[in-house]
């Protein structure tokens, strides 16, 4: 079965600092692994994905994540964080089930940057 | 412009009065899912359809209906809301062209409370 745990709720760095939000995933198959922020009050949009092919993967605004499949992990990184980065970010992973594909999202993890 | 749109945006209702919430996108999309999102538990998947008349149950699916006559609308129906359904609600699609590594367009989401 799958899941997707995003190992803290809330994360607080100074403008400026780097950004490192944690996810870690289990999966059946091969999964596809995708990064989404949210603003306050704002739909969904994507960051980035990972979908087997480089490990390393960039995205909008800065931001990149590392596939690790020996740790299971997918976190999502920026050198410098800024103060428009503030919002809630997703971990999700979307997997193969029987007569199609589901997607599981982590609790989300809220990103505070201080001035 | 390509699009998700659902009605309502905003919605209060009482307990057993069964409600429709639209969902269409434009963009030709086979694979359509539904959201709930609250806090601490980011979003779980209620139902997800594959294409036209094929639909399966996500992780949350109890009290939930779904249906997909045309391709471009997937309407979640609640015939019978319960206050522990009050939640904000997102409509997504995508195409899946390989599998499962596309990215899903949210729409802007649909608040509903249930009294």
């Known amino acids: 079965a799958q899941s997707v745990t995003q190992l803290d709720s809330h994360v607080s760095v100074s403008e400026g600092t780097p950004v490192l939000l944690r996810c870690n995933y289990s999966?059946?198959?091969?999964?596809?692994l995708f990064w989404y922020v949210q603003h306050p009050n704002k739909g969904l949009q994507l960051l980035l994905k990972?979908?087997?092919?480089?490990?390393l993967v960039k995205g909008i605004n800065g931001f990149e994540a590392e596939f690790k499949k020996s740790e299971t992990s997918f976190h999502l990184t920026k050198p410098s964080a800024h103060m428009s980065d503030a919002a809630e970010y997703f971990c999700?992973?979307?997997?193969?089930?029987?007569?199609?594909?589901?997607?599981?999202f982590g609790a989300g993890t809220r990103l505070f940057v201080k001035a | 412009e390509a699009q998700v749109t659902q009605n309502p945006r905003y919605l209060i209702t009482v307990t057993g009065k069964k409600l429709t919430v639209t969902c269409s996108q434009n963009m030709n999309h086979e694979y359509m899912s539904w959201y709930r999102q609250d806090p601490g538990l980011g979003l779980r998947q209620i139902y997800y359809s594959m294409n036209v008349e094929v639909t399966d149950k996500g992780d949350v699916p109890e009290g939930y209906k779904v249906s997909r006559k045309e391709k471009r609308n997937f309407p979640l129906i609640l015939e019978s809301p319960s206050p522990n359904q009050t939640s904000l609600y997102f409509c997504a699609s995508s195409f899946p062209k390989t599998g499962w590594g596309e990215t899903q367009y949210f729409g802007p989401g649909t608040r509903l409370l249930v009294l």
């Open positions: 999700v992973v979307s997997d193969l089930n029987t007569g199609g594909f589901k997607t599981i």
């Open positions: 999966s059946s198959y091969s999964p596809s």
């Open positions: 990972y979908t087997s092919a480089a490990t």
